[in-house]
């Protein structure tokens, strides 16, 4: 446990710890409204803050949080309004927010692209102490959203149309839901990199799917699995030297293969349980009728 | 514009849409839409695909946008209507399920936000979950991923989750769309409790079906117009074409859904 006697390191777990809560608890409400791939793009659309933090001699966290939740607005706006060209637009947005980032970091004096990579893949040791200060603020306000309004997001990401009629503020939460995406794409940025944050939304969500049944069940596993990864690929880092991000992401999909491998004999599990408990009039597979079975026999 | 009786005075309807007209993209969907629904009243919207039916549906409830006309939900102004617990709406929907799994009673729980303040349930609304589920025949599956359900379950889901608000007022996109047969029966037999409680039904149908004893008016839209507003049609649409012979049952008859075996 040599590792916590570095501050660095005692900052990069902490960090990791509230990205491995936040991705999963926001990224939940994205794959249920089939938006998975939206934390990919606000990630392209931070690039600009990153920057702009640069090129201003300002906080890359918050500008980033600045350009990324500003990002996240248009990208919902587009959605309302844009329906037809809606994804040409969303993809001069992403693209446009990746070419501003480089732009302006090789504008900012003495920058280079060098500077941007470790906020592109993440890195342990630059997690600074007002960063800590930043992600732990930023973290709790995606815990307080996601906790706190679970019953109304869960409402509009399961069927925006119905949600309308029980009286939700729905383009509200529409736009709360992209803001904290957004502000999550900026907590995770340090640790696991404005490209690679996008997994850690989806990837625990998918992997706790393998063995839940529940909304409930699925967020809990998920953020499990996601302080998991985060935890330990922070530590594996550390040792063997390799980038966070890229760790951390890997040991995602490695759970993701585990839990899928484990859940598919307690699926078949489950299915024959159920098939034991069904009334006799309505079988889970076809069977043959007794008599015939019977003839079948007398007639080898 | 109106229809007759329901015009008059001393009954106030609890839809009433005057004049609407509704445009997707450029092409107008409604055009000029008059449609009453007074308390109590089982009304089905009928009409070939491409109609409307869905549409006018959707602009009662905010959905879609109106170009021109007025909608009043309970004599209320729909942009001024707030007491959304009244409204219970079950939309076109093959399946319940979203991205994520989900339990029967985490989605027929959405149902109750309309009457939590808050976001948060008490005792007495998941007690109405739990009746609301009875109602559909599905309180043994409560605690079941919806992905484990067959067509006609999602669909009782759906309705289940309408109905969790105790609603006056039930609004329904094809409810029997991809519904089995022991579905239906339970669905018409929910639907006639409600009716029978004075619950107020409005429904998109592409046929009458098991529910027809129930229905009191049709309403049958064609291109954006009313064509018909009156007593259920003999034969429209879908019962018009050939191979679809099967004989109306009415009044006092025994529950037919024969046609869809």
Redesign the interface.
């Known amino acids: 446990m040599d590792f916590l006697d570095y501050a660095f390191m005692q900052r990069a777990l902490l960090a990791a710890v509230l990205v491995g809560i936040t991705a999963p608890a926001i990224g939940i409400y994205l794959v249920q409204r089939r938006q998975a791939l939206m934390g990919d793009g606000i990630g392209h659309v931070a690039m600009t803050g990153v920057g702009l933090g640069f090129l201003l001699s300002a906080s890359p966290v918050w500008m980033a949080t600045l350009t990324s939740v500003l990002g996240a607005v248009l990208m919902e706006l587009i959605r309302w309004y844009g329906r037809t060209r809606g994804d040409i637009a969303l993809a001069m947005l992403f693209y446009g927010g990746m070419a501003g980032g480089v732009m302006f970091i090789n504008l900012a004096p003495g920058g280079s692209n060098a500077n941007l990579t470790s906020y592109l893949f993440g890195s342990l040791s630059t997690v600074s102490e007002s960063d800590v200060t930043a992600i732990c603020l930023l973290a709790g306000f995606v815990v307080l959203v996601t906790l706190g309004l679970r019953r109304q997001l869960f409402a509009v990401s399961q069927d925006e149309e119905f949600a309308r009629v029980t009286g939700l503020p729905v383009r509200a939460l529409n736009l709360l839901t992209a803001v904290t995406a957004a502000v999550t794409v900026t907590v995770a940025m340090r640790v696991v990199g404005l490209l690679l944050v996008s997994a850690l939304m989806v990837v625990p969500v998918a992997a706790a799917q393998q063995l839940s049944r529940s909304f409930a069940a699925t967020f809990a596993i998920a953020v499990a699995i996601g302080v998991s990864v985060t935890i330990g690929g922070t530590i594996t880092s550390y040792y063997q030297d390799v980038p966070p991000g890229a760790t951390i992401v890997l040991l995602t999909i490695a759970a993701f293969m585990a839990l899928t491998a484990l859940a598919a004999p307690l699926a078949r599990r489950r299915a024959r349980a159920a098939a034991a408990g069904q009334p006799a009039g309505d079988p889970a597979e076809c069977a043959i009728p007794a008599s015939r079975e019977a003839d079948g026999t007398v007639g080898v | 514009m109106g229809v007759g009786a329901l015009d008059e005075p001393g009954i106030e309807p609890v839809i009433s849409l005057r004049g609407v007209r509704a445009e997707l ?1 450029s092409r107008p969907v409604l055009r000029g839409i008059d449609l009453t629904v007074a308390r109590g009243e089982v009304v089905a919207l009928l009409g070939a695909n491409g109609s409307g039916k869905s549409t006018a549906i ?1 602009t009662i ?3 879609v946008p109106v170009s021109a006309g007025d909608i009043e939900l309970f004599g209320t102004d729909r942009r001024r209507f ?1 007491d ?2 009244r ?3 079950v ?1 076109q ?1 093959t399946t ?1 399920a ?6 029967v009673t ?2 027929v ?3 109750r ?2 009457r ?1 303040r808050f ?3 008490r005792k007495a609304d998941h007690a109405a979950v739990r009746r609301a589920l009875e109602l559909v025949g599905m309180a043994d599956r409560a ?3 919806v ?2 359900l067959s067509g006609g379950q999602h669909q009782r889901v759906l309705i289940a ?1 309408a109905l969790a ?1 105790e609603p006056q007022l039930l ?1 329904m996109d094809e409810p029997m769309a991809g519904v089995d047969l022991a579905s239906q029966e339970v669905l018409a037999q929910t639907l006639r409790e409600q009716v029978a409680q004075g619950t107020t039904v409005l429904l998109v149908l592409h046929e009458l079906g098991p529910l027809e004893p129930l229905i009191d008016r049709a309403v049958v839209l064609r291109d954006g117009c009313v064509l018909h507003d009156g007593p259920p049609p003999q034969a429209v649409g879908q019962h018009a074409l050939p191979g679809h012979d099967h004989v109306h049952p009415h009044e006092n008859e025994p529950l037919r859904t024969g046609l869809l075996s």
């Not at chain 2, 979203?98 to 339990?103: I, Q, Y």
């Open positions: 993209g959707r409830i905010g959905q707030r959304w617990a409204v219970g709406y939309p929907r319940a979203g991205g994520v799994p989900a339990t985490e989605i729980s959405s149902g936000l309309s939590a976001g948060v349930l605690k079941d991923s992905n484990a989750r608000s609004i």
